[in-house]
């Protein structure tokens, strides 16, 4: 089986242009045809750093079917028309990678706790759970809400990072409310390191 990867650099926001129940699932629907032509039933697309699978296109809208499992653990179940999310299409052969390899499996959400926007710099301090702290690191990769990101600093409870004005421009990562929980997902390499570390220990 094969699995889409992804690289957390944002290809643009598109607009929720409907969300509604289904039978088992939630339909997303972005209005975003317009801006892929080449879109196709089946493909993959991180949705805030989600892995969704293509299950309607209906220009304007591509739509997603999201299940519920993937709304408990995201933020994906509180979008609602006309909110921004963060898309990018997944890796073909032959891509330049920009970012970090990003699988689209989202970890857990943390919590935005601190924001730092003046005209010197553009910090967001994040509160995620505990149990994800062990792959943050200073200098590491991370994914929030499907941008790669470098961690500027870690303490023991939460990190910070910085953003520079390309991606405060091309993301929603700057217009989020103190509050707002993040989707995470730790670096692939730091996961396998730890995890294969703590098996050895064990």
């Not at 892995?51 to 709304?71: H, K, N, R, Y």
């Amino acid at each position: 089986m094969l699995y889409s990867m992804f690289t957390g650099i944002v290809e643009r926001t598109a607009s929720v242009a409907s969300v509604s129940e289904g039978t088992g699932f939630v339909r997303l629907n972005l209005a975003a045809a317009a801006h892929w032509p080449d879109v196709k039933l089946g493909d993959s697309v991180a949705v805030n750093g989600v892995c969704l699978t293509v299950a309607d296109i209906s220009p304007p809208t591509v739509g997603f079917d999201i299940i519920p499992e993937t709304v408990r653990k995201t933020n994906l179940g509180l979008l609602k028309a006309g909110d921004l999310v963060n898309v990018e299409r997944s890796l073909r052969a032959g891509d330049r990678i920009d970012g970090h390899f990003v699988q689209g499996h989202v970890d857990a959400t943390g919590k935005l706790v601190d924001q730092i926007a003046d005209e010197r710099e553009w910090k967001l301090t994040i509160h995620p759970p505990a149990e994800l702290m062990k792959y943050i690191i200073p200098r590491g990769s991370v994914a929030i809400d499907g941008v790669s990101l470098t961690i500027a600093n870690a303490a023991a409870d939460r990190f910070e990072v910085a953003l520079i004005p390309t991606t405060i421009k091309l993301t929603t990562l700057g217009s989020r409310a103190i509050g707002w929980p993040f989707n995470l997902e730790a670096d692939i390499l730091a996961k396998t390191i730890v995890t294969n570390l703590e098996r050895v220990g064990a």
